[in-house]
C-alpha cells in the first residue's frame, strides 16, 4: 500500500537487513553509491555494487537486503509522468551494470541526474518540481535509448497486471471484510482459478498466504 503525495521522490537507502518485498505502481531507479546490496526484481536477484542502476518498474515485485554500510540513491516517480511523451510504457532493462553505463557514455550524467533532482528537492527554489521531473524524464530517456528490453516475460503482460491490480485494489477497499477468492473474482468477472494464478504470478505466494 502506498500513499502518493508528490510526482516523484528521491532519498538514500542505508539499510535493509530484511528481504522487504513489497511493489508500488511507482517506477523506482536505484543507483548504488557505496557498498553492496542485493536487489531482487520480480524473482531475479542482483548483487549490486557502486555505479549499478536497476531499475524497477510499475507494479514489479522487489527488495532491497544491504550488506554492511550502504548508500543507495533511490527515487521513485509517477509513471503518468512519460505518458504525454508515449502512446505506451517502454521497459527498460532490470540491472544496469556501472561498466555498461560506462560503456553507454552516460554513467557521469545519470549520477548527475540523481544529484540535481536531490539538490533541487532540497532547495525549492523557483521551478524546481518542473526541473526534477524534466530530469527524471531525461534519464528515463537516457536509459531507454540505451537498454530498453526488448521482450518481457509473460508474468508481466501489461493486461493481466491490470488485472492483478484490480483485484489488490478491491482488497485495500474492503480489507475489514470476509474477503475470499470467489468474491474477488465475482466483484471483477474473473474464474477463481484465474485470479488464484495472478496472485502467483506476481506476489510468488498464494491468495491465502497473500
Known amino acids: 500500500h502506498e500513499t502518493i503525495v508528490h510526482n516523484y521522490t528521491i532519498g538514500h537507502?542505508?539499510?535493509r537487513d530484511k528481504d522487504g518485498f513489497h511493489w508500488h505502481q511507482r517506477s523506482e531507479p536505484a543507483y548504488m553509491l557505496q557498498g553492496q546490496c542485493t536487489i531482487?526484481?520480480?524473482?531475479e536477484p542482483h548483487l549490486c555494487k557502486p555505479?549499478?542502476?536497476?531499475?524497477?518498474?510499475?507494479?514489479?515485485?522487489?527488495s532491497f537486503l544491504t550488506h554492511g554500510e550502504c548508500d543507495i540513491y533511490v527515487c521513485t516517480f509517477d509513471?503518468?509522468?512519460?505518458?504525454?511523451?508515449?502512446?505506451?510504457i517502454k521497459f527498460i532493462q532490470?540491472?544496469?551494470?556501472?561498466?555498461?553505463?560506462?560503456?553507454?557514455?552516460?554513467?557521469?550524467?545519470?549520477?548527475?541526474l540523481f544529484g540535481e533532482i536531490e539538490q533541487e528537492q532540497a532547495k525549492q527554489d523557483t521551478c524546481y518540481d518542473m526541473i526534477a521531473q524534466a530530469d527524471?524524464?531525461?534519464?528515463?530517456?537516457?536509459?531507454?535509448?540505451?537498454?530498453?528490453?526488448?521482450?518481457?516475460?509473460?508474468n508481466k503482460s501489461l493486461a493481466k497486471f491490470s488485472e492483478f491490480q484490480a483485484a489488490l485494489?478491491?482488497?485495500?477497499?474492503?480489507?475489514?471484510?470476509?474477503?475470499?477468492?470467489?468474491s474477488i473474482a465475482d466483484q471483477l468477472n474473473y474464474n477463481p482459478s484465474y485470479v488464484s494464478k495472478l496472485f502467483v504470478t506476481y506476489t510468488g505466494v498464494n491468495f491465502k498466504n497473500y
Do not use: C, W
Open 40 to 43: 531482487t526484481v520480480g524473482k
Open 169 to 182: 485494489q478491491y482488497i485495500t477497499e474492503n480489507y475489514t471484510e470476509n474477503i475470499t477468492l470467489k
Open 136 to 154: 527524471i524524464i531525461r534519464m528515463y530517456s537516457l536509459l531507454v535509448r540505451h537498454f530498453e528490453r526488448e521482450t518481457l516475460p509473460d
Open 13 to 15: 537507502l542505508h539499510n
Open 51 to 62: 555505479g549499478d542502476l536497476i531499475v524497477v518498474h510499475s507494479g514489479e515485485i522487489h
Open 79 to 88: 509513471p503518468q509522468l512519460l505518458y504525454r511523451f508515449l502512446p505506451e
Open 94 to 112: 532490470s540491472y544496469i551494470s556501472a561498466e555498461a553505463l560506462q560503456k553507454a557514455g552516460i554513467a557521469e550524467e545519470i549520477t548527475a
